[in-house]
């Protein structure tokens, strides 16, 4: 059986890196949450108060920062490490969250961050989710999908994931701060958030968890 890429782009928090991550299980395929490769360079930038507008400084951050993904067989999660060091809690609490997407849109980092996932996926058989995957990192994909859900259902099942965390955050605070995301990704001049022509759009606010994966599946099995 021949392995494909399949790139799954879309609005922030609408399931697209839970969903992408069963359908690598399910195939057998490298599951890539591009999303977290630019939360683990946000959560460098806070720590070494890095200015986002001083690109010397920025060029210098990028040189000092290698990201890894290791699966842990006890979670079944795939954990991000920021130069050797666990990350994955943090990068996902709110602190990272309201600043990652002023850093995922300098172009200095979107240019480091592509060549990296593009080197994941050359020898096929990935699974990759992020906002410019099918439009920049994987052009040729064989599969893409955009998917997207309306904006409350997005926050609630957002807060329930923070909630899972231990993080209480305000349905308010969320919606804001998706919104946002979603205007910075969408509006800037590197690699936007946009629907490419041969994307099939996928709108799971009405889906329950396995039918959008099956509905991948599905997808991905006319391609195989
Ligand atoms: O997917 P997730 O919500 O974790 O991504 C965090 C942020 O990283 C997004 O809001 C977006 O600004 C940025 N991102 C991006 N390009 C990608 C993946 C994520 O700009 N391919």
């Known amino acids: 059986m021949s392995k494909i890429n399949i790139a799954i782009d879309g609005h922030s928090g609408c399931g697209k890196s839970s969903t992408a991550k069963a359908v690598a299980k399910a195939l057998g395929y490298k599951f890539i949450d591009t999303g977290a490769m630019y939360r683990a360079i946000t959560l460098y930038f806070l720590e070494h108060d890095i200015d986002i507008t001083d690109e010397q400084a920025v060029k210098a951050a990028l040189e000092n920062i290698s990201i890894d993904f290791q699966h842990n067989p006890e979670s079944q ?12 809690e943090e990068i996902r609490g709110m ?3 309201h600043k990652v997407s002023n850093v995922a849109a300098l172009k200095q980092v979107r240019v480091a961050m592509v060549a990296q996932q593009q080197a994941m996926g050359k020898e096929k058989g990935v699974v990759m989710d992020g906002r410019d995957i099918g439009s920049v990192v994987f052009p040729d ?8 859900a309306s904006t409350e259902v997005r926050a609630k099942r957002r807060q329930l ?10 349905l308010d605070e969320i919606i804001k701060n998706l919104e946002e995301r979603d205007r910075i990704d969408s509006t800037r001049e590197e690699g936007p958030l946009l629907k490419v022509a041969d994307a099939v759009a996928v709108d799971t606010s009405e889906m329950k968890f396995e039918d959008q994966v099956q509905k991948v599946l599905n997808l991905a099995q006319q391609k195989i």
């Open 161 to 170: 994931e923070l909630r899972e965390k231990g993080q209480e955050v305000a």
């Open 95 to 97: 602190r990272v969250t």
């Open 141 to 148: 994909a064989e599969l893409k999908v955009f998917m997207t």
């Open 77 to 88: 999660k795939n954990e991000t490490f920021l130069n050797e060091q666990n990350v994955e």
